[in-house]
């Protein structure tokens, strides 16, 4: 198994800019997760989706972001504009079940720079 | 909601000495309880996590975990510490309902030699 792909693995860009990054979930989990981590504030969820459902979105920090579950093997982050607050690394994470089997699987994360 | 406090933010262990990290849960019942390592420029890894079956959890790389209900703890430690073991560890916690993890604020562990 290839674990959770991310893309792109850096990305920098301009204040004002379309963001977008990218998340391929592990085949058969049914939870994917975005969390943000940033030295100042630690690891935060933003959004999670359970069979490509958004559950809870109340991590997302303004309406510049959005995030999309199409189908059980994708999901998207879209910040736009962004801002250089925005810079951090962005981990997807993907698990198939809650409780007992939450095990999440994270994976390499975006590095994201906004200048 | 579910919550974990890690206490210190960084912690400096000689090899071959223990390491010792400790980790408060919140909640009045048993929760789930997790530890993730983290190594510079990766993801998350789990490490081990309590589900009820056992009080003491063994994961990977030689670590491992107590459960103790009284104290409200889940301290992560391993006998011997390695250079290889440098990293920053995350205690985390989930409801049994729960899709969501809460995570600590993260201890970062660095070893000298």
């Known amino acids: 198994d290839a674990g959770v792909i991310q893309s792109p693995r850096h990305e920098v860009t301009e204040m004002g800019q379309e963001v977008t990054l990218r998340c391929k979930p592990i085949?058969?989990?049914?939870?994917l997760f975005w969390y943000r981590q940033t030295m100042m504030r630690g690891l935060e969820l933003l959004i999670y989706?359970?069979?490509?459902?958004?559950?809870?979105d109340s991590g997302m920090p303004e309406d510049r972001f959005s995030a999309k579950m199409p189908n059980a093997s994708f999901s998207t982050l879209k910040i736009q504009p962004s801002e250089p607050r925005d810079s951090a690394v962005y981990f997807c994470?993907?698990?198939?079940?809650?409780?007992?089997?939450?095990?999440?699987?994270f994976g390499p994360g975006t590095r994201l720079t906004v200048l | 909601a579910q919550s974990v406090t890690q206490l210190g933010s960084h912690v400096s262990v000689s090899e071959g000495a223990l390491v010792l990290l400790r980790c408060n849960y919140s909640?009045?019942?048993?929760?789930?309880l997790f530890w993730y390592v983290q190594y510079p420029n990766q993801g998350l890894q789990l490490l081990l996590k309590?589900?009820?079956?056992?009080?003491l959890v063994k994961g990977i790389n030689g670590f491992e975990a107590e459960f103790k209900k009284s104290e409200t703890s889940f301290h992560l430690t391993k006998p011997s510490a390695h250079m290889s073991d440098a990293a920053e560890y995350f205690c985390?916690?989930?409801?049994?309902?729960?899709?969501?993890?809460?995570f600590g604020a993260g201890t970062t562990v660095t070893v000298r030699a």
């Open positions: 994470a993907s698990g198939s079940g809650g409780g007992l089997y939450n095990e999440q699987f």
């Open positions: 085949s058969g989990h049914n939870s």
């Open positions: 989706f359970n069979n490509n459902v958004p559950i809870d």
């Open positions: 909640s009045s019942v048993p929760p789930y």
């Open positions: 309590y589900t009820s079956a056992a009080t």
């Open positions: 985390a916690v989930s409801d049994e309902d729960d899709y969501k993890l809460s």
